[in-house]
């Protein structure tokens, strides 16, 4: 190759797949539905962190997961669990979704896709986050993720409240 080095082009060296449980967590800044910028460390101050990806508002499970999260943010609270949904829809789209649907729960804009890459869950085809759940404890590690195979699909809260309550 004539001793050029061969590059890969931008964000070809991101994730393919999502970190592995026991490795940290990618921390990141996104816009938030407060109005303010949310990291994920500032998430993390002494709790753990559910982060639910999840891939556009205003879907029919989308809506029902975001709602379902909402309704049981008390048990989660309990859990000593911050809940946030992070999508690739903007902040007014997501605050239309969140005032629409009565959701409670924080919602964070990865409109530009790169937590969505870093987390190694972008959609090629639909160029949104895949369904996926990483819980991040207190010590900035991964403590436990899933990935759903179908868009359709999605987590009961009680399959995610066990998880947090076997992590302890």
């Given at each position: 190759?004539?001793?050029?080095?061969?590059?890969?082009?931008?964000?070809?060296?991101?994730?393919?797949?999502?970190?592995?449980?026991?490795?940290?967590?990618?921390?990141?800044?996104?816009?938030?539905?407060?109005?303010?910028?949310?990291?994920?460390?500032?998430?993390?101050?002494g709790?753990?962190?559910?982060?639910?990806?999840?891939?556009?508002?205003?879907?029919?499970?989308?809506?029902?997961?975001?709602?379902?999260?909402?309704?049981?943010?008390?048990?989660?609270?309990?859990?000593?669990?911050t809940?946030?949904?992070?999508?690739?829809?903007?902040?007014?789209?997501?605050?239309?979704?969140?005032?629409?649907?009565?959701?409670?729960?924080?919602?964070?804009?990865?409109?530009?896709?790169?937590?969505?890459?870093?987390y190694?869950?972008?959609?090629?085809?639909?160029?949104?986050?895949?369904?996926?759940?990483?819980?991040?404890?207190?010590?900035?590690?991964?403590?436990?993720k899933?990935?759903?195979?179908?868009?359709?699909?999605?987590?009961?809260?009680?399959?995610?409240?066990?998880?947090?309550?076997?992590?302890?």
């Amino acid at each position: 190759m004539n001793g050029e080095t061969s590059h890969p082009a931008p964000g070809s060296a991101l994730p393919s797949t999502p970190p592995a449980v026991g490795t940290t967590a990618p921390d990141f800044v996104l816009p938030s539905t407060r109005g303010d910028h949310v990291s994920l460390r500032s998430l993390r101050d002494g709790s753990t962190v559910l982060l639910a990806f999840f891939p556009a508002a205003f879907t029919g499970v989308c809506t029902a997961e975001m709602c379902d999260l909402s309704s049981d943010i008390e048990a989660f609270t309990r859990a000593n669990a911050t809940v946030v949904g992070i999508s690739v829809d903007s902040i007014p789209s997501l605050m239309e979704f969140k005032a629409k649907n009565g959701i409670t729960i924080d919602l964070l804009s990865d409109v530009r896709r790169d937590v969505t890459r870093r987390y190694g869950i972008l959609n090629e085809t639909f160029f949104s986050a895949k369904r996926a759940y990483f819980i991040v404890g207190s010590d900035g590690t991964i403590k436990w993720k899933h990935v759903e195979n179908d868009l359709d699909d999605k987590r009961d809260n009680s399959q995610l409240l066990e998880e947090l309550a076997r992590l302890g």
